[in-house]
């Protein structure tokens, strides 16, 4: 389920491209380019290392994992490297090291690039399955969800080049309409690729809107008790703790806490160090 191989090649063949771009990011980047794709190398290797030995049982397996994690961390963090088969072999390394938190978290960060990725789909999938909070959805999200699945379902960019299509088609029969006054067909199309182009653009104006104040985040710590205040002076908000993997959006940042709306919509606050954010 967790093969990387695809994604690797992925993963080489951007990362060349990078590099031949590095000089136009160089404020932003700590890492040469021959340190990058040399730490990207020594990642594949070291995971693909590790999967042999945990096929032979040898436990030495996890210590290659985690250095493959530390070398894609330090492509993230030190090079400013972001692409989705790079967060996509980080996700299949936490999963590996049982870090269901940062695998979530990973998966998610590819989500913005191969959203897609029928493999990530499926990882996604299976290792929210794995985690111990299991919050549902609102009825009503559910219901949005399935109403307007084209907006959650297909990717910004199809959404994006469908939107100027149906633009571009809704001009070209309008003025066809001025043409042909008669043909009452041409006024239907026309009205179609309209309305097509505005359900089109709503859906890109609902992304951006949520993309500026929705931030997503996951539950790193392994147990987090929730609090009804910035402060441990304060009643826990529910009776039993949130755990690793569960996800939230962000409401407010207050100095090291955090007020968060889980899934289900209800808020909470938590500490900073215990989470982390999707886009930080």
């Known amino acids: 389920m967790f093969s990387t191989s695809f994604h690797s090649a992925i993963l080489t063949a951007v ?3 990078l590099t031949a771009l590095s000089a136009c990011a ?4 700590t890492l040469t380019a021959m340190q990058a794709a040399a730490l990207c190398k020594e990642a594949e290797q070291l995971f693909n290392a590790g999967n042999d030995k945990y096929a032979a049982g040898d436990a030495a397996a996890l210590d290659d994992w985690r250095k493959a994690a530390a070398r894609y961390e330090r492509l993230v963090n030190e090079g400013d490297y972001h692409n989705g088969a790079l967060f996509y072999n980080l996700g299949n390394i936490y999963f590996r090291l049982d870090d269901i938190g940062r695998a979530i978290l ?11 990725d029928p493999n990530l789909i499926r990882n996604l999938a299976f290792v929210r399955s794995c985690c111990r909070d299991h919050i549902p959805e609102p009825e009503r ?17 199809w959404r994006e080049n469908g939107f100027l299509a149906a633009f571009a088609a809704a001009w070209v029969f309008a003025l066809l309409c001025l043409w042909r006054r008669q043909r009452h067909w041409l006024r239907w199309c026309t009205a179609a690729f309209a309305f097509l182009a505005l359900a089109l653009a709503t859906s890109l104006v609902v992304d951006e809107w949520n993309r500026q104040n929705h931030r997503p985040g996951v539950i790193l710590a ?5 609090y009804k205040g910035n402060s441990e002076s304060y009643d826990p908000s529910f009776t039993e703790p949130l ?16 007020e968060i709306a889980l899934t289900d919509n209800r ?3 938590i500490q900073r160090h215990e989470a982390e954010l999707v886009n930080p």
């Not at 160089?26 to 980047?29: A, L």
């Not at 109403?147 to 959650?152: A, E, K, M, T, V």
């Not at 392994?222 to 929730?226: D, G, H, I, K, L």
């Not at 755990?243 to 100095?255: M, N, P, V």
């Open 267 to 269: 808020t909470c606050w």
């Open 243 to 258: 755990h690793a993997g569960t996800e939230f959006t962000l409401i407010e940042s207050r100095g090291e806490w955090l």
């Open 106 to 116: 990973n998966y998610r960060r590819a989500q913005q690039f191969i959203p897609r």
């Open 141 to 157: 999200t559910r219901v949005l969800k399935t109403l307007f699945f084209w907006h959650y379902d297909l990717p910004l960019s």
């Open 222 to 226: 392994e147990s987090v008790t929730a």
């Open 15 to 17: 990362m060349f491209f």
């Open 26 to 29: 160089q404020d932003k980047s």
